[in-house]
């Protein structure tokens, strides 16, 4: 190969995905040949500066996505996601590596995005990689189990993934773990006022719109970490425009007390993943929504509670022995009192993360 391609990138603005970017970049520079990343927001990827770890980045043509969504059937939003990926994909020759970095991209119905990348390899002779990925596996019907089969490789980030691909008997797959893990936590200055024991939340409006009684269940397990902690810090893991973290984490502020209020800090504007990933170090627990806090979380061994959704929470805790502390969204209600668990014996599961994380989803 002479090239590698990166698709399935949203924009750095998604605190996860520029992660991803971040542990990845430095697994793909041993091959010496030139990296280009599709991109939906280029301007994102200049602030955070993953411009200067590709060699290109070639955005996408995001005018025409009211036309994808308005067109009938698969194969005609592949087309339309052909032309809204034009630029990119007029880069695949025979001599390309394109290379899915999107995580969960293929946990979503808008799917046909990845796959016309897929298909462009195919047939210009390149090679298709899905990285770092997880597939939920009762979306895998006819149509993406054969755009699956014909990867080139696999690399799955836990193991209920890379479970469910071999039972469709797609066997090119590795179990390997998110590449955010290999993410530095980067010291920076405490926000004003984080003093003392330290925990944290991230919530989601991604999340709110799943369930209307989540919040009401935040609130409550925001106030027992209140009790227990000297100061509460709200992380958004997410700022994009359209999926705002903080407009979530805003709502759970407004429902405290002005009392309460007073003993809960804000993430910096402008931070990285890394430095996000450092204030989530300082933590004594975390509990969260979004995949990479809990990442960022299990990573740095802070006993971490997640509120999830999809095989990718499920899959990640279950692979460092921590689904006791994965809750689907639809059981929120139990979120409180597992917090209040979480805290008792947390000692015991930063030690027992510690040991997992070092290994985690490998062979």
């Given at each position: 190969?002479?090239?590698?391609?990166?698709?399935?990138?949203?924009?750095?603005?998604?605190?996860?995905?520029?992660?991803?970017?971040?542990g990845s970049v430095p697994?793909?520079?041993?091959?010496?040949?030139?990296?280009?990343?599709?991109t939906h927001f280029p301007e994102q990827d200049r602030e955070f500066g993953l411009d200067r770890l590709v060699d290109r980045l070639i955005p996408a043509d995001l005018s025409l996505v009211p036309a994808e969504k308005a067109a009938e059937g698969f194969a005609e939003k592949e087309r339309i996601a052909a032309r809204?990926?034009?630029?990119?994909?007029?880069?695949?020759?025979c001599e390309t590596a394109c290379i899915g970095v999107g995580g969960d991209n293929y946990c979503y119905p808008n799917w046909h995005r990845q796959s016309v990348f897929h298909r462009t390899a195919k047939e210009r002779g390149g090679k298709s990689i899905l990285w770092g990925c997880s597939v939920q596996p009762e979306m895998i019907d006819a149509r993406m189990e054969k755009i699956l089969r014909a990867h080139d490789r696999i690399y799955a980030r836990e193991s209920l993934t890379a479970n469910a691909l071999r039972e469709h008997g797609i066997g090119q797959?590795?179990?390997?773990?998110?590449?955010?893990?290999?993410?530095?936590?980067?010291p920076a200055t405490l926000p004003d006022g984080l003093w003392g024991r330290v925990a944290a939340i991230n919530l989601s409006p991604l999340m709110l719109r799943r369930s209307g009684l989540l919040l009401g269940h935040f609130v409550q397990t925001?106030?027992?970490?209140?009790?227990?902690?000297?100061?509460?810090?709200l992380l958004p893991?997410?700022?994009?425009?359209?999926?705002?973290?903080?407009?979530?984490?805003?709502?759970?502020?407004?429902?405290?007390?002005?009392?309460?209020?007073?003993?809960?800090?804000?993430?910096?504007?402008?931070?990285?993943?890394?430095?996000?990933?450092?204030?989530?170090?300082?933590?004594?627990?975390?509990?969260?929504?979004?995949?990479?806090?809990?990442?960022?979380?299990?990573?740095?061994?802070?006993?971490?509670?997640?509120?999830?959704?999809?095989?990718?929470?499920?899959?990640?805790?279950?692979?460092?022995?921590?689904?006791?502390?994965?809750?689907?969204?639809e059981h929120s209600e139990k979120l409180p009192t597992l917090t209040a668990m979480l805290w008792e014996c947390r000692s015991q599961v930063r030690a027992a993360l510690q040991q997992a994380s070092s290994g985690a989803g490998r062979n």
């Open positions: 190969m002479k090239k590698l391609l990166l698709y399935g990138h949203g924009g750095a603005y998604n605190h996860g995905a520029e992660a991803i970017i971040r697994v793909f520079r041993r091959l010496g040949v030139p990296i280009l990343l599709s809204i990926y034009r630029d990119a994909l007029a880069e695949i020759d797959v590795v179990l390997r773990r998110d590449p955010a893990f290999e993410l530095r936590p980067e925001a106030r027992f970490l209140l009790h227990k902690a000297d100061t509460l810090v893991h997410v700022t994009m425009p359209a999926d705002d973290d903080r407009q979530a984490l805003d709502a759970l502020l407004e429902c405290l007390s002005p009392a309460e209020q007073a003993r809960v800090c804000k993430t910096p504007k402008g931070w990285s993943a890394a430095q996000r990933k450092y204030l989530i170090s300082c933590c004594e627990l975390l509990a969260c929504c979004r995949t990479h806090a809990s990442i960022a979380g299990y990573s740095c061994g802070v006993p971490t509670l997640v509120v999830g959704y999809s095989v990718k929470s499920q899959g990640i805790g279950r692979d460092l022995g921590m689904e006791q502390w994965v809750l689907p969204v």
